[in-house]
């Protein structure tokens, strides 16, 4: 990262693009296009409505809202304002949203008319007074008299924001944003990532793909998600137009795709895979896209040749990232020609770390091991976050030193690889039980800790199942200890605490859990006893 860049933060594309290209398109949700003009000004709307009503100075602001014009703006103002924005899901269990609110500590709000029917829920479990932003709600005396405690700005009390200029400046150590991955604790985990690591990312897939005020960029990601990170701030960083795909093309998204002619396409592979299966892939259906990335879980072979062929004028790459890395670190660009023969397992390889970031292959004892060999891999760089939200404990044991790292701090991902002669990673699995279910990172300790809660048991096991090329379907649950329970009632339970993809399928009796050579529960085992039930 040069010296200029490092100068500048994460708002500062935006506001170049702003200036540029006022009048070029910078949002489209729900078929409504925003300028960049009209979507600044409305961006300073925000801003000065945080710095004006925060009751005391804090780093972060969280935006409860869910593709919608809100959401964007909210994350936006948030930046202006000179602090980093928490995402929130009005569709995740109201439990977990208000847990994340508390962890996050923030004192300001901003909501999406989506949000408004849980609102006054949340207010009311809240730990602290807070100031809630609603641009596009009207005034409401009863929200107002339910939730006196806090303090609220409707849509015609905003400002015009035209005087506004913010006086608040991020430094590369200022966060940008605050995420909650699963917790092996039951606990959602927050990983702040910092206007730095972001900035550094921005800057490199830029050059990488040559981004331009001509393109088009797909958001087809929870905002919750960090790879919506990317669409966001890469194409507002080159004055590009960002087109949110709308739910009910999410998971079929081609003629949303024709449609738009977008040109910047990012998605889980299982979009692909889907396509595919509905036989939505055929040769040359998109010819306006030039860049085709996936990112988030283990990339099979077929699903980029049959992408590579329905998109001829694009490039197809698979990302690597977890999000303590920022987004991604790693590429690999797929050859039809070449490619297949360098596939593990069918398996695209991650490829090679982004230039000026650093791995490390290490093995038990925190050592580099030969190319060739199985190990976990290690990250270092500027787009390496420095540790986990007020939590040190997990702080210490991630993010450690290595024998032969010298004085950098290295962050130990729990996945395993190998480098192959020529220099590419190839993604073999993880080292503990986190796994990736429908593209979200998902750590099965979370779901146990929750479905222990709900049977009144210690013996509960979860195991992701259906499982194709990596990733799963989603989750299914053994429980033994007790002599019966209500499973209807024990999946309500666990979907008023997790998200949706977290909660089990279905949950199965057992007399007892089965144990491997270790002692330890032998989950290969229930794999195979869920093949047999399925037969």
Same mark, same amino acid.
Request: charged share 20%.
């Given at each position: 990262?040069?010296?200029?860049?490092?100068?500048?933060?994460?708002?500062?594309?935006?506001?170049?693009?702003?200036?540029?290209?006022?009048?070029?398109?910078?949002?489209?949700?729900?078929?409504?296009?925003?300028?960049?003009?009209?979507?600044?000004?409305?961006?300073?709307?925000?801003?000065?409505?945080?710095?004006?009503?925060?009751?005391?100075?804090?780093?972060?602001?969280?935006?409860?809202?869910?593709?919608?014009?809100?959401?964007?703006?909210?994350?936006?103002?948030?930046?202006?304002?000179?602090?980093?924005?928490?995402?929130?899901?009005?569709?995740?269990?109201?439990?977990?949203?208000?847990?994340?609110?508390?962890?996050?500590?923030?004192?300001?709000?901003?909501?999406?008319?989506?949000?408004?029917?849980?609102?006054?829920?949340?207010?009311?479990?809240?730990?602290?007074?807070?100031?809630?932003?609603?641009?596009?709600?009207?005034?409401?005396?009863?929200?107002?008299?339910?939730?006196?405690?806090?303090?609220?700005?409707?849509?015609?009390?905003?400002?015009?924001?035209?005087? /506004? *200029?913010?006086?608040?400046?991020? &430094?590369?150590?200022?966060? @940008?944003?605050?995420? %909650?991955? $699963?917790?092996?604790? !039951?606990?959602?985990?927050?990983?702040?990532?910092?206007?730095?690591?972001?900035?550094?990312?921005?800057?490199?897939?830029?050059?990488?793909?040559?981004?331009?005020?001509?393109?088009? /960029? *797909?958001?087809?990601?929870?905002? &919750?998600?960090?790879?919506? @990170?990317?669409?966001? %701030?890469? $194409?507002?960083?080159? !004055?590009?137009?960002?087109?949110?795909?709308?739910?009910?093309?999410?998971?079929?998204?081609?003629?949303?795709?024709?449609?738009?002619?977008?040109?910047?396409?990012?998605?889980?592979?299982?979009?692909?895979?889907?396509?595919?299966?509905?036989?939505?892939?055929?040769?040359?259906? %998109?010819? $306006?896209?030039?860049?085709?990335?996936?990112?988030?879980?283990?990339?099979?072979?077929?699903?980029?040749?049959?992408?590579?062929?329905?998109?001829?004028?694009?490039?197809?790459?698979?990302?690597?990232?977890?999000?303590?890395?920022?987004?991604?670190?790693?590429?690999?660009?797929?050859?039809?020609?070449?490619?297949?023969?360098?596939?593990?397992?069918?398996?695209?390889?991650?490829?090679?770390?982004?230039?000026?970031?650093?791995?490390?292959?290490?093995?038990?004892?925190?050592?580099?091991?030969?190319?060739?060999?199985?190990?976990?891999?290690?990250?270092?760089?500027?787009?390496?976050?420095?540790?986990?939200?007020?939590?040190?404990?997990?702080?210490?044991?991630?993010?450690?030193?290595?024998?032969?790292?010298?004085?950098?701090?290295?962050?130990?991902?729990?996945?395993?690889?190998?480098?192959?002669?020529?220099?590419?990673?190839?993604?073999?699995?993880?080292?503990?039980?986190?796994?990736?279910?429908?593209?979200?990172?998902?750590?099965?300790?979370?779901?146990?800790?929750?479905?222990?809660?709900?049977?009144?048991?210690?013996?509960?096991?979860?195991?992701?199942?259906?499982?194709?090329?990596?990733?799963?379907?989603?989750?299914?649950?053994?429980?033994?200890?007790?002599?019966?329970?209500?499973?209807?009632?024990?999946?309500?339970?666990?979907?008023?605490?997790?998200?949706?993809?977290?909660?089990?399928?279905?949950?199965?009796?057992?007399?007892?859990?089965?144990?491997?050579?270790?002692?330890?529960?032998?989950?290969?085992?229930?794999?195979?006893?869920?093949?047999?039930?399925?037969?």
């Amino acid at each position: 990262m040069t010296a200029q860049n490092s100068s500048r933060n994460l708002i500062s594309g935006f506001l170049e693009s702003a200036e540029c290209f006022p009048d070029r398109t910078a949002l489209v949700v729900d078929g409504e296009s925003l300028t960049y003009s009209s979507l600044h000004r409305r961006v300073r709307q925000i801003a000065w409505a945080i710095q004006q009503n925060e009751q005391k100075p804090y780093p972060l602001a969280a935006v409860w809202a869910h593709r919608s014009h809100t959401a964007y703006i909210g994350i936006l103002g948030s930046l202006a304002a000179g602090k980093g924005y928490v995402p929130l899901n009005p569709r995740f269990p109201l439990e977990r949203t208000c847990r994340m609110l508390a962890l996050s500590g923030c004192d300001t709000l901003i909501v999406g008319k989506e949000s408004l029917p849980q609102l006054s829920a949340l207010l009311q479990t809240a730990d602290r007074s807070l100031t809630v932003i609603l641009p596009e709600v009207a005034a409401s005396e009863d929200l107002q008299s339910k939730n006196r405690r806090h303090r609220f700005l409707f849509a015609e009390q905003l400002p015009s924001g035209e005087d /506004f *200029s913010s006086e608040k400046t991020s &430094t590369p150590a200022s966060p @940008a944003y605050l995420l %909650f991955t $699963s917790g092996s604790t !039951g606990m959602p985990k927050g990983v702040p990532i910092s206007q730095g690591n972001v900035r550094s990312y921005v800057d490199y897939i830029c050059q990488r793909y040559n981004v331009n005020e001509h393109d088009r /960029f *797909s958001q087809q990601f929870d905002l &919750t998600f960090d790879l919506s @990170a990317h669409d966001m %701030f890469v $194409s507002w960083e080159r !004055g590009a137009s960002l087109y949110c795909v709308p739910e009910k093309s999410v998971m079929a998204p081609a003629k949303f795709i024709r449609d738009h002619q977008l040109t910047m396409w990012f998605s889980v592979p299982s979009i692909a895979g889907l396509l595919a299966k509905l036989r939505l892939l055929s040769p040359g259906c %998109f010819p $306006s896209l030039r860049c085709s990335l996936f990112c988030g879980e283990p990339l099979p072979a077929a699903y980029a040749h049959s992408w590579q062929e329905a998109a001829p004028n694009s490039i197809v790459e698979n990302l690597y990232g977890p999000t303590e890395a920022t987004i991604a670190i790693a590429h690999y660009r797929w050859n039809t020609e070449r490619s297949p023969a360098e596939c593990v397992n069918g398996i695209v390889p991650i490829g090679c770390v982004f230039q000026g970031q650093h791995f490390r292959v290490t093995g038990a004892e925190r050592e580099s091991v030969p190319i060739g060999e199985v190990g976990e891999l290690c990250l270092s760089g500027s787009q390496v976050a420095s540790g986990y939200w007020s939590d040190p404990a997990k702080t210490q044991k991630q993010f450690v030193r290595l024998p032969t790292g010298g004085e950098r701090v290295w962050y130990r991902t729990g996945d395993l690889v190998k480098q192959v002669a020529g220099g590419n990673l190839c993604y073999l699995g993880r080292i503990d039980q986190q796994v990736k279910i429908r593209g979200y990172r998902v750590e099965l300790q979370e779901i146990e800790a929750v479905l222990r809660h709900a049977c009144g048991t210690e013996q509960v096991v979860s195991v992701p199942w259906p499982v194709h090329d990596g990733s799963a379907d989603g989750v299914v649950a053994f429980v033994s200890g007790v002599k019966s329970f209500d499973p209807d009632r024990v999946l309500t339970s666990c979907g008023n605490v997790l998200p949706d993809y977290m909660v089990p399928k279905k949950i199965y009796l057992i007399d007892q859990l089965p144990l491997n050579l270790n002692q330890k529960i032998d989950r290969a085992k229930l794999s195979s006893l869920l093949a047999g039930l399925q037969t």
